[in-house]
């Protein structure tokens, strides 16, 4: 059955990236895009003796976080698919990967990430950047927990930066709107759901902060009030 509030959603979400992505080049200074999560570059030195490595990147983007990752781990075979609803994300994603020589590592794929399967036990590092708020109820997001948790291997880490308690204002108006996510939880409820699948794993992050930004609607300019959840953990052996 249609659910119009998801395709509305979504609808919302491919504009405010399409003008994102047409507008900012990756690394642009000033930008969201301007760099990676610092987090994601922390938890790297966890992989530097591995002989190998494979990640999974979800709701990638055009490659802010798994670049510099690969470009981070260079000297281990290195291989990433990166997942993305939108198809002009996976575009530049692979054009930025030419652009930064890693390419031979990165698989892009468009796909929905309620969709995508994740094979069990493949992945050393799986990433969750804004993404799992974009999953299309909270039923899907315990069960891609789940798979999220099998798919890693042993000592595995999955690092996940997620908005919760989100508000919507017009910019000029200041009139509240519809939040333009599919889940819109209290940061509470969010780290119940996180514990739980993760139960017996090592939290090795796990900090809230507010932030305010600016993002593209059809109708104008709109402010986002969120706290932003960052959240890592380590599949123990
Ligand atoms: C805020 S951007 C973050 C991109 C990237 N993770 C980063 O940190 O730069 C969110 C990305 O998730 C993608 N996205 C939204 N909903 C998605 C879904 N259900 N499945 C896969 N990707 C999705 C959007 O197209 C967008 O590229």
């Known amino acids: 059955m249609r659910d119009y509030r998801i395709e509305q959603i979504r609808r919302a979400e491919a504009y405010s990236h399409t003008e994102a992505y047409n507008k900012l080049a990756l690394f642009e200074p000033g930008s969201w895009l301007s760099g990676p999560v610092k987090t994601i570059l922390e938890l790297l030195p966890h992989f530097q003796n591995r002989r190998s490595f494979r990640g999974l990147d979800l709701g990638c983007g055009v490659g802010?976080?798994?670049?510099?990752?690969?470009?981070?781990?260079?000297?281990?075979?290195?291989?990433?698919?990166?997942?993305?609803?939108?198809?002009?994300?996976?575009?530049?994603?692979?054009?930025?990967?030419?652009?930064?020589?890693?390419?031979?590592?990165?698989?892009?794929?468009?796909?929905?990430?309620?969709?995508?399967?994740?094979?069990?036990?493949?992945?050393?590092?799986?990433?969750?950047?804004?993404?799992?708020?974009?999953?299309?109820?909270?039923?899907?997001?315990?069960?891609?927990?789940?798979e999220i948790y099998r798919g890693l291997r042993q000592d595995g880490i999955?690092?996940?930066v997620i908005n919760t308690s989100i508000q919507e204002h017009d910019r000029s108006s200041g009139a509240s709107r519809n939040v333009q996510f599919e889940i819109n939880m209290s940061t509470g409820e969010m780290e119940r759901i996180l514990d739980a699948a993760f139960s017996g794993s090592e939290v090795l992050r796990r900090r809230v902060v507010h932030y305010q930004y600016d993002t593209y609607r059809e109708s104008g300019i709109v402010r986002l009030d969120t706290d932003v959840l960052t959240y890592a953990v380590k599949k123990r052996s």
């Open 158 to 160: 999955a690092c996940f």
């Open 64 to 146: 802010r976080n798994c670049i510099p990752v690969i470009q981070a781990l260079r000297g281990i075979p290195c291989v990433m698919n990166c997942v993305d609803i939108l198809p002009l994300a996976i575009d530049k994603l692979r054009e930025n990967a030419e652009k930064y020589r890693v390419e031979s590592s990165i698989n892009g794929i468009v796909c929905s990430a309620d969709q995508y399967p994740i094979a069990e036990e493949q992945y050393d590092l799986i990433l969750g950047v804004s993404v799992l708020e974009h999953l299309d109820s909270v039923d899907t997001l315990a069960r891609k927990l789940d």
